[in-house]
């Protein structure tokens, strides 16, 4: 079976050169076992599991400014999927030399998408190992005047190689996050370029998440079979947009910011800028440039300045800004999501400017212990969903309508928060999240995460390097999931999560980190290093099916149990029940939407039960909306437990959770609330302690 598997290690050493591009299906089962062999051999020392993957550079959103011009390639790009018994044969073949058209026939496929539901075709909605994407494009004479030309993939899902007119350019490991590079050389200027791609799909035991391949028999022979745990479908190819844009030779490579409430309605702005491309090697300047100096503004909602900061020599600094509107969760306040816009000029010591980046800027501080947490000093009551990107015949690509869609329906249902369960989701999500005032546990790809080896631990603090990396000037985001419903009840995983939780905490001690745990609270051994403790347990549903008399009690006695054991604060991630829309019993009887509707209802009881003892601080319900898993009779058409289906449109369950997200806000914040979520019925019917008037709904 080994010498017929195609693994991501296979595309990360493709660029690297350590295999060449004429070697065989026998060099790659060599480097294979090499890999095995020697991960097997790191076991016995300590070393290996302290080693860092190399941090991230750059990565800054591409967007237009007076020194940047930012187009995209997103569209119908060609495609070639290859043959699961020889994932090989393009690389081998030089595939990325001339025209995939030249190679065999190629198909359309549109760029963002996953192409697994695009065609008809079971074998290539079913496909493991490698497929090519290939597009055309003309970069301008104008972009060949002392700039530099980069190429930027918001997301490969799972592995990728990058040619530019036949030169390999970069690779990429672990889907659901950017990627770039220059390629200010590789392009053709005032002329047509080539830009093909591979995109390897293979999860193996050191990919996050983890899978296996398996060699199965069929009525046609031996079969390639992709394996994995998790509950959703291994949707590939290139999910989020991508760009092509340009920055001067000299500029802003990256911005890192941190915010801060003083008394006296003062706020602050913490910055640091990376400078690159200003190397004496690079660029020979007459007159020199150096010392470089940034200059830092900020702008309110109105365009107005409102405050600015001028750093030299080191490019830190601090905005003051007075009479600051912070940034408040939706119905904390009036006017949630607040942002200014952060304006970064980067100077020549002859003040002619280099490089101009502009970004939003939300201003609140984060504050937790063993029994709150705390935004802008006020206690947070987290609810909301498990969520994923997920939808018909996109996959996971990334669609703009679709992600407007979902964010007024958490509007309209009253969430103020949601786990990007179970990867990092879009850009333009977090962008979304932050103008909306949503607010996000942030997870990495780290999904039951079994077999825990050397490996699989460097892939692993690598996604959250990365994930931490791009989002960390989000506002919205207020802590990091560092796992979902890992076998953390495994010997090696105590001595694994150790090392992961405390490289999080280096990365980012600004927000508290959590993970997702779903084994028994005694037989645990992650939940020690975390600063809130995650659970998802399906009462009534994966545990006692059908008896919704045993949630309530169930609820409670576990997250006590959670919080007896570590004194920490708790939140519930995930409950819920498959539903199919549409169907009804009386008396309830699962899979129905009535079923939903009560275990949502026992639930509830539980959450205010435990409300009551502070230190419990979220709810959140599995699932947003139903989602594609891979084929199992255990699931009709994928995972039904959204409260709102495929296609976004609620079930009846989702009614009776509007009225307990804004009755909680009510409560708690004293927010303003829609007239329609609670509907009149009759003169007398009893009125929420909290409800003045219905009137006044």
Same mark, same amino acid.
């Given at each position: 079976?080994?010498?017929?598997?195609?693994?991501?290690?296979?595309?990360?050493?493709?660029?690297?050169?350590?295999?060449?591009?004429?070697?065989?299906?026998?060099?790659?089962?060599?480097?294979?076992?090499?890999?095995?062999?020697?991960?097997?051999?790191?076991?016995?020392?300590?070393?290996?599991?302290?080693?860092?993957?190399?941090?991230?550079?750059?990565?800054?959103?591409?967007?237009?400014?007076?020194?940047?011009?930012?187009?995209?390639?997103?569209?119908?790009?060609?495609?070639?999927?290859?043959?699961?018994?020889?994932?090989?044969?393009?690389?081998?073949?030089?595939?990325?030399?001339?025209?995939?058209?030249?190679?065999?026939?190629?198909?359309?496929?549109?760029?963002?998408?996953?192409?697994?539901?695009?065609?008809?075709?079971?074998?290539?909605?079913?496909?493991?190992?490698?497929?090519?994407?290939?597009?055309?494009?003309?970069?301008?004479?104008?972009?060949?005047?002392?700039?530099?030309?980069?190429?930027?993939?918001?997301?490969?899902?799972?592995?990728?190689?990058?040619?530019?007119?036949?030169q390999k350019v970069m690779s990429h490991t672990i889907?659901?996050?950017?990627?770039?590079?220059?390629?200010?050389?590789?392009?053709?200027?005032?002329?047509?370029?080539?830009?093909?791609?591979?995109?390897?799909?293979?999860?193996?035991?050191?990919?996050?998440?983890?899978?296996?391949?398996?060699?199965?028999?069929?009525?046609?022979?031996?079969?390639?079979?992709?394996?994995?745990?998790?509950?959703?479908?291994?949707?590939?190819?290139?999910?989020?947009?991508?760009?092509?844009?340009?920055?001067?030779?000299?500029?802003?490579?990256?911005?890192?910011?941190?915010?801060?409430?003083?008394?006296?309605?003062?706020?602050?702005?913490?910055?640091?800028?990376?400078?690159?491309?200003?190397?004496?090697?690079?660029?020979?300047?007459?007159?020199?440039?150096?010392?470089?100096?940034?200059?830092?503004?900020?702008?309110?909602?109105?365009?107005?300045?409102?405050?600015?900061?001028?750093?030299?020599?080191?490019?830190?600094?601090?905005?003051?800004?007075?009479?600051?509107?912070?940034?408040?969760?939706?119905?904390?306040?009036?006017?949630?999501?607040?942002?200014?816009?952060?304006?970064?000029?980067?100077?020549?010591?002859?003040?002619?400017?280099?490089?101009?980046?502009?970004?939003?800027?939300?201003?609140?501080?984060?504050?937790?212990?063993?029994?709150?947490?705390?935004?802008?000093?006020?206690?947070?009551?987290?609810?909301?969903?498990?969520?994923?990107?997920?939808?018909?015949?996109?996959?996971?690509?990334?669609?703009?309508?679709?992600?407007?869609?979902?964010?007024?329906?958490?509007? =309209?249902?009253? $969430? /103020?928060?949601? @786990?990007? &369960? %179970?990867?990092?989701?879009?850009?333009?999500?977090?962008?979304? +999240?932050?103008?909306?005032?949503?607010?996000?546990?942030?997870?990495?790809?780290?999904?039951?995460?079994?077999?825990?080896?050397?490996?699989?631990?460097?892939?692993?603090?690598?996604?959250?390097?990365?994930?931490?990396?791009?989002?960390?000037?989000?506002?919205?985001?207020?802590? =990091?999931?560092? $796992? /979902?419903?890992? @076998?953390? &009840? %495994?010997?090696?995983?105590?001595?694994?999560?150790?090392?992961? +939780?405390?490289?999080?905490?280096?990365?980012?001690?600004?927000?508290?980190?959590?993970?997702?745990?779903?084994?028994?609270?005694?037989?645990?051994?992650?939940?020690?290093?975390?600063?809130?403790?995650?659970?998802?347990?399906?009462?009534?549903?994966?545990?006692?099916?059908?008896?919704?008399?045993?949630?309530?009690?169930?609820?409670?006695?576990?997250?006590?149990?959670?919080?007896?054991?570590?004194?920490?604060?708790?939140?519930?991630?995930?409950?819920?029940?498959?539903?199919?829309?549409?169907?009804?019993?009386?008396?309830?009887?699962?899979?129905?939407?009535?079923?939903?509707?009560?275990?949502?209802?026992?639930?509830?009881k539980a959450f205010d039960s435990l409300r009551s003892?502070?230190?419990?601080?979220?709810?959140?319900?599995?699932?947003?909306?139903?989602?594609?898993?891979?084929?199992?009779?255990?699931?009709?058409?994928?995972?039904?437990?959204?409260?709102?289906?495929?296609?976004?449109?609620?079930?009846?369950?989702?009614?009776?959770?509007?009225?307990?997200?804004?009755?909680?806000?009510?409560?708690?914040?004293?927010?303003?609330?829609?007239?329609?979520?609670?509907?009149?019925?009759?003169?007398?019917?009893?009125?929420?302690?909290?409800?003045?008037?219905?009137?006044?709904?």
């Amino acid at each position: 079976m080994i010498a017929r598997l195609m693994s991501v290690i296979y595309c990360s050493a493709v660029l690297s050169g350590s295999i060449s591009r004429t070697s065989g299906l026998q060099e790659h089962t060599d480097l294979l076992e090499s890999k095995i062999n020697q991960t097997n051999k790191s076991k016995q020392f300590d070393y290996m599991w302290l080693q860092d993957a190399p941090p991230t550079r750059g990565l800054l959103y591409p967007r237009e400014s007076e020194s940047r011009e930012v187009r995209t390639l997103d569209g119908v790009w060609r495609f070639l999927q290859s043959d699961v018994n020889d994932p090989m044969q393009g690389v081998r073949d030089n595939w990325y030399k001339a025209d995939l058209d030249k190679v065999k026939p190629t198909r359309p496929m549109p760029v963002p998408s996953s192409y697994n539901d695009i065609s008809a075709e079971d074998k290539l909605r079913d496909h493991i190992g490698t497929v090519w994407y290939e597009k055309k494009f003309f970069v301008p004479h104008s972009w060949n005047m002392d700039q530099r030309i980069w190429l930027r993939f918001g997301s490969v899902h799972y592995a990728a190689v990058v040619w530019i007119n036949g030169q390999k350019v970069m690779s990429h490991t672990i889907g659901h996050l950017p990627f770039e590079s220059e390629i200010t050389d590789q392009v053709k200027f005032g002329a047509e370029n080539r830009l093909t791609l591979m995109c390897d799909n293979t999860l193996v035991n050191s990919t996050i998440p983890q899978g296996t391949v398996a060699e199965e028999e069929s009525d046609e022979g031996k079969v390639m079979v992709q394996r994995y745990t998790f509950d959703f479908f291994n949707y590939a190819g290139i999910h989020r947009t991508v760009h092509l844009y340009t920055t001067p030779v000299v500029y802003i490579e990256d911005i890192k910011v941190l915010t801060d409430l003083t008394e006296n309605h003062v706020g602050l702005v913490n910055y640091e800028v990376n400078v690159n491309g200003n190397e004496k090697t690079t660029v020979y300047y007459d007159p020199p440039i150096e010392p470089l100096y940034v200059h830092v503004q900020l702008r309110n909602k109105e365009g107005e300045i409102v405050a600015h900061s001028i750093s030299k020599s080191i490019l830190n600094g601090t905005i003051v800004v007075k009479d600051v509107m912070p940034w408040w969760p939706y119905l904390m306040n009036p006017e949630p999501g607040y942002l200014y816009t952060m304006e970064v000029y980067l100077h020549a010591v002859d003040e002619s400017l280099l490089d101009v980046y502009r970004m939003k800027v939300g201003i609140r501080t984060l504050k937790w212990n063993n029994s709150t947490l705390l935004i802008n000093d006020a206690p947070l009551y987290l609810r909301g969903f498990g969520k994923h990107e997920d939808s018909d015949i996109r996959g996971k690509g990334f669609d703009y309508a679709l992600l407007t869609r979902d964010f007024n329906l958490l509007k =309209w249902i009253g $969430a /103020n928060a949601y @786990r990007t &369960s %179970h990867y990092p989701y879009s850009e333009e999500s977090m962008q979304f +999240a932050d103008e909306f005032g949503i607010m996000i546990i942030d997870e990495c790809p780290g999904v039951n995460a079994d077999i825990f080896e050397p490996l699989l631990l460097r892939n692993h603090k690598s996604s959250l390097e990365q994930l931490i990396h791009r989002d960390r000037n989000h506002a919205s985001v207020i802590m =990091w999931s560092i $796992a /979902n419903e890992p @076998r953390s &009840s %495994h010997p090696q995983a105590d001595k694994y999560f150790k090392f992961l +939780a405390n490289y999080t905490k280096f990365l980012d001690p600004t927000r508290p980190i959590t993970a997702a745990l779903n084994v028994e609270a005694k037989k645990d051994k992650l939940a020690q290093y975390l600063d809130i403790i995650s659970f998802n347990r399906y009462n009534a549903w994966y545990q006692n099916a059908g008896q919704l008399d045993m949630i309530t009690k169930h609820v409670e006695e576990e997250a006590a149990l959670w919080h007896e054991t570590h004194n920490k604060t708790v939140i519930m991630t995930e409950y819920g029940a498959d539903t199919y829309e549409g169907l009804h019993f009386l008396p309830a009887y699962i899979w129905s939407e009535d079923y939903q509707r009560y275990l949502l209802s026992k639930h509830f009881k539980a959450f205010d039960s435990l409300r009551s003892q502070k230190w419990f601080i979220g709810e959140f319900l599995w699932n947003f909306a139903d989602f594609k898993t891979a084929q199992s009779f255990t699931r009709v058409g994928g995972n039904k437990k959204g409260v709102f289906t495929r296609q976004r449109q609620p079930k009846s369950a989702a009614y009776l959770l509007r009225q307990r997200y804004f009755s909680l806000a009510l409560e708690l914040d004293q927010c303003e609330v829609p007239k329609d979520v609670f509907n009149y019925i009759i003169h007398w019917q009893e009125k929420p302690p909290f409800v003045r008037d219905y009137d006044d709904l």
